[in-house]
């Protein structure tokens, strides 16, 4: 079974060539890969909104058919700092965003773990999102 959908780039490696969505109507997030995208793949950055075909891809759903949903938004925030700095009492430190944060998490599982299913790491990911947030480690 295939549907179109829309979604938000959640974390996207240009030189692995794959990452993840999280759909606009929620649930379980979807592994994209560059043989899918429709555009520059230079331009497929975190938080930029997509459009796409959703299927089983036997370890969990994948996306197909992947296109930015307003290249120019793209283009101009490919070249945006993506991080903000606030001050703390020992010094200066990064305030991610839950989508900046679940990207290095990710990134983090794959490489300490890379045997996670799609679905292990969207488990984990939510716990410790939660966790982060109820410390304020990451904007809300």
């Known amino acids: 079974m295939v549907w179109v959908t829309s979604g938000k780039i959640l974390r996207f490696d240009e030189v692995r060539g794959y990452g993840f969505i999280a759909p606009d109507e929620g649930g379980e997030d979807v592994f994209m890969h560059a043989n899918d995208l429709r555009d520059e793949k230079h331009l497929f950055q975190p938080g930029m909104t997509v459009t796409f075909d959703v299927e089983d891809g036997g370890r969990g759903l994948k996306a197909s058919n992947v296109h930015l949903a307003d290249r120019d938004a793209a283009t101009a925030a490919a070249h945006q700092p993506a991080r903000t700095t606030r001050v703390v009492e020992d010094g200066l430190a990064d305030l991610l965003s839950q989508n900046e944060f679940r ?5 983090a599982m794959l490489e300490s773990a890379p045997t996670l299913t799609g ?20 904007e809300h």
């Open 119 to 138: 679905s292990q790491i969207v488990l984990l990911r939510r716990k410790i999102v939660q966790l982060a947030q109820s410390h304020n480690w990451v």
């Open 103 to 107: 990207q290095e998490l990710t990134e």
